[in-house]
């Protein structure tokens, strides 16, 4: 059984800065982890994404203003976001992808608001 727990989010101006963490806890070996948001009627999509050899990829609406990096050691993933603008706003989400049963987990979102 994994278990994933998000933390910071919130409420942030625009051009602001947050830090999102997840860690995941269980015994499993990780394929992949990555971030995911659901904005108030649209559909769930892919943030940033890190696999276990080291590759990422990211949305093409957050490419140079988030990052998303991961600490092996405490399987946990970090996605910093910075110049936040509103339509950043969503729930986000935690995913991890596990190996080898590419089982998919989710965390139970975070929100993040962007608003002056």
């Known amino acids: 059984q994994v278990q994933l727990v998000e933390s910071g989010g919130g409420l942030v101006q625009p051009g602001g800065s947050l830090r999102l963490s997840c860690a995941a806890s269980?015994?499993?070996?990780?394929?992949?982890m990555g971030w995911y948001r659901q904005a108030p009627g649209k559909e769930r999509e892919l943030v940033a994404r890190t696999r276990s050899g080291g590759s990422t990829n990211y949305a093409d609406s957050v490419k140079g203003r988030f990052t998303i990096s991961r600490d092996n050691a405490k399987n946990t993933v970090y996605l910093q976001m910075n110049s936040l603008k509103p339509e950043d706003t969503a729930v986000y989400y935690c995913?991890?992808?596990?190996?080898?049963?590419?089982?998919?987990?989710w965390g139970q979102g975070t929100q993040v608001t962007v608003s002056s």
């Open positions: 995913n991890v992808d596990l190996w080898p049963t590419r089982v998919l987990y």
């Open positions: 269980g015994s499993f070996s990780i394929y992949a």
